[in-house]
């Protein structure tokens, strides 16, 4: 009985979320990789089917009409439905409207994007085509076509990858004469000192998400990894009690007791964080890569050119964390059209289209080629100038475990940066907890 109200609670939930999926329709094609086999299925000669696409909200653009409107225009058979997303900052509703859909056996999606996250767990249940054989791997970062292997199979096609990096107020470290942080101890001593000089009650010193959502994990990594520490190793078993663990979650505690970081800052994700730095209010920003075309338009932003960016800091000793981010593209395995399906992802995923991307919504194209365009480089150099920030790329817990465990670690750490749990305490609830899943 109780298996069965969580079933429906869960059923109803999905169902709460679907309602504000919104639909439409657009267009798209050209593919990124080899050809979908003859395996796939096909329509009859003549016979214009309809695809499927559920795709993420890109932070406020619409980046799929445009889009897909070349694609119908190269693939005259072939129809696009789209059904918009929110965007990544509601990741967890997100997952479950797709677990919901795909583990109902229908096939009311056929292809989809998804966070690099959820690939092993989509994997091993046997909801997503594997796609080796519809692209080609050596054009993409390594990094990321192992990332979206599982099993030795590729599960994805790839889209974009991001990463936390550091924005700064360029001009007021140039005016009180410091460098940008190397370690996370520089950057209390300096926003302290910035903002005793500044005397600005609205200054605040330094923002990262502590909303208990997807990216208060995403900060966690980095954090815990920057100090040495790691939640599982590579057979999947806890290591989360550890002296790196106390010193990471102590410190993230520590920023909003000392007053470098609001309290207001629990109830951020990456929207709010970002309007209260690009409003002139914050010396230090930890957000992903399309803050930066957020900071440098004057219409939206009061600091434009007066913002830097740099790989995030670490405990000294330690070496700078980057959150590997970023959704991909995956093919549900029973995609009424599976054909079309792949074509479609192909085509997102082509060399043509990632330079949409990151022309338009400053995506990390997965494609180094994409970062070789010279329109690109003049248009948006800061894009072509991460390198040192995906240096230092680390992934979540590869497993297919990692809902649970993403779950878990909002809640716990979330209450650890509330006081609700010491530091230690918090720490060991976590690691008694993993090592029952």
């Not at 940008?180 to 923002?207: C, D, M, R, S, Y």
């Not at 297919?400 to 609700?420: D, E, F």
Request: aromatic share 10%.
């Amino acid at each position: 009985m109780k298996g069965t109200k969580k079933r429906i609670a869960g059923w109803l939930a999905a169902i709460a979320f679907i309602s504000t999926v919104v639909g439409g329709c657009g267009s798209g094609s050209g593919s990124g990789g080899a050809s979908p086999s003859s395996s796939a299925s096909k329509p009859a000669d003549g016979e214009k089917v309809t695809i499927r696409f559920a795709g993420i909200k890109t932070f406020g653009e619409d980046s799929w009409t445009e889009l897909v409107k070349q694609f119908e225009a190269r693939n005259p058979g072939i129809h696009v439905e789209v059904h918009q997303l929110p965007p990544p900052s509601k990741s967890t509703e997100i997952h479950q409207y797709l677990v919901t859909a795909l583990s109902s056996g229908q096939n009311d999606i056929d292809v989809f994007t998804g966070d690099v996250v959820w690939v092993p767990e989509f994997a091993s249940a046997g909801w997503t085509e594997a796609m080796d054989d519809y692209v080609e791997k050596d054009q993409y970062y390594p990094g990321v076509i192992e990332a979206l292997t599982y099993q030795g199979k590729l599960a994805a096609i790839p889209w974009y990858v991001d990463g936390g990096m550091l924005y700064y107020r360029k001009d007021l470290l140039e005016k009180y004469g410091r460098p940008v942080p190397k370690t996370w101890e520089e950057l209390v001593e300096t926003a302290k000192l910035i903002k005793e000089k500044e005397q600005n009650p609205k200054l605040e010193g330094f923002l990262w998400q502590g909303k208990q959502a997807e990216v208060l994990v995403c900060d966690f990594v980095e954090f815990l990894t920057s100090a040495g520490g790691a939640i599982v190793d590579e057979n999947e078993k806890s290591v989360i009690n550890s002296p790196e663990t106390i010193k990471a979650l102590s410190f993230m505690k520590s920023t909003l007791d000392n007053g470098i970081s609001p309290k207001s800052l629990l109830s951020y994700d990456e929207e709010p964080s970002r309007t209260v730095f690009t409003d002139g209010n914050a010396i230090f920003l930890r957000n992903w890569s399309y803050v930066w075309d957020a900071s440098q338009d004057p219409a939206n932003s009061k600091v434009a050119g007066k913002v830097g960016v740099a790989p995030l800091p670490s405990f000294e000793g330690g070496k700078s964390a980057s959150t590997m981010g970023g959704y991909q593209f995956m093919v549900a395995k029973n995609a009424k059209n599976k054909e079309a399906a792949i074509k479609f992802a192909q085509f997102l995923s082509s060399r043509e289209s990632q330079l949409y991307y990151a022309k338009k919504v400053a995506f990390s194209p997965t494609r180094p080629a994409v970062l070789e365009d010279e329109e690109l480089r003049k248009e948006s150099p800061f894009l072509t100038e991460l390198a040192d920030v995906f240096n230092g790329t680390v992934a979540r817990p590869v497993t297919p475990k990692y809902p649970q465990i993403s779950l878990k670690l909002q809640a716990t750490v979330s209450a650890a940066l509330t006081g609700s749990l010491s530091v230690e305490k918090a720490v060991e609830m976590l690691d008694r907890d993993f090592k029952r899943f």
